[in-house]
């Protein structure tokens, strides 16, 4: 099946700083991304929506300048979290929708972010 | 907007028994149900999915999941369960191109 890879897969910063999460389709085109948020024990929340070239589109109650979401290719979709603090720690999500490739979506492995 | 409910928050499960986590949708139109499996601190697996055809759906690792439009259920079945199938386990449904999860069933498999 294909693969899409997130890194990095653990990450652990300061309150305040912005960490950088990246998402890639190995294997295929991606052409729509979506990124999820989970907390322990919880379902995956989905967060937003983007296609490559435009402009992610957020679920309500997500704020779009805390969780920027750059979809720059058909194979990289990046997700930063802004000024992060602890509530803000989480594992997230990323998965890839790409025509070549079906109907299903598939997910990467999860990157845990941590905010001390 | 669809939605699947899973009622079991847990279910357990001897080896060699087989298993059933349960899912029902809410949909309007023609389902597009999907299973997936999380194991700890990993991304979702795909198990399987119904788009149209067959209402039994045959997946990855043996599982399977039966189609029932009369009782608006998607259950997911194995006949024999193995202690690796322990694992947090999703229904889905697309909405609108975005897939739509249920609360997750841990399924527990005891050897």
């Known amino acids: 099946g294909a693969v899409v890879s997130q890194h990095p897969s653990r990450v652990i910063c300061k309150s305040g700083t912005s960490v950088k999460i990246e998402c890639r389709s190995l294997?295929?085109?991606?052409?729509?991304m979506f990124w999820y948020r989970q907390f322990p024990k919880q379902s995956l929340m989905l967060m937003a929506t983007?296609?490559?070239?435009?402009?992610?589109?957020?679920e309500q109650g997500v704020e779009k300048d805390k969780f920027l979401i750059n979809h720059a290719s058909l194979t990289l979709s990046t997700l930063t979290v802004t000024s992060a603090h602890p509530e803000d720690s989480s594992f997230y999500i990323c998965?890839?929708?790409?025509?070549?490739?079906?109907?299903?979506?598939?997910f990467g492995p999860g990157t845990r972010l941590t905010v001390l | 907007a669809q939605s699947v409910a899973q009622p079991e928050d847990q279910v357990n499960v001897a080896e060699g028994n087989p298993l059933t986590v349960k899912c029902t949708y809410s949909?309007?139109?023609?389902?597009?149900l999907f299973w997936y499996v999380q194991y700890p601190n990993r991304g979702l697996q795909f198990l399987l999915k119904?788009?149209?055809?067959?209402?039994l759906v045959k997946g990855s690792y043996g599982f399977e999941a039966e189609f029932n439009k009369s009782q608006t259920s998607f259950h997911l079945k194995k006949p024999s369960a193995l202690v690796s199938d322990s694992a947090l386990y999703f229904c889905?449904?697309?909405?609108?191109?975005?897939?739509?999860f249920g609360a997750g069933t841990i399924l527990r498999v005891k050897s």
């Open positions: 998965s890839a929708l790409g025509l070549a490739v079906g109907e299903e979506q598939f």
């Open positions: 294997d295929f085109q991606a052409t729509t």
């Open positions: 983007s296609n490559e070239g435009s402009k992610a589109t957020y």
């Open positions: 949909v309007s139109g023609n389902p597009y």
């Open positions: 119904y788009i149209t055809g067959d209402n």
């Open positions: 889905a449904v697309r909405d609108q191109g975005k897939l739509v």
